[in-house]
């Protein structure tokens, strides 16, 4: 039965989301330098697809 009761948690959506992180915290964010002239530095996000 545990085998059972194992395979339905790792299968079901709701388990899934619902499970706490076994991980410690990432840390804090930290701030990216102002750049000193245009095009210095460049960022993108990518998105997709929708």
Same mark, same amino acid.
């Given at each position: 039965?545990?085998?059972?009761?194992?395979?339905?948690?790792?299968?079901?959506?709701?388990?899934?989301?619902?499970? =706490?992180?076994?991980?410690?915290?990432? $840390?804090? &964010?930290?701030?990216?330098?102002?750049?000193?002239?245009?095009?210095? =530095?460049?960022?993108?996000?990518?998105? $997709?697809? &929708?």
């Amino acid at each position: 039965m545990a085998d059972d009761v194992k395979a339905f948690c790792e299968s079901c959506s709701t388990c899934q989301t619902g499970k =706490s992180t076994n991980h410690p915290p990432y $840390g804090l &964010l930290k701030t990216l330098p102002v750049p000193n002239r245009p095009w210095e =530095s460049i960022g993108i996000d990518f998105i $997709g697809p &929708l």
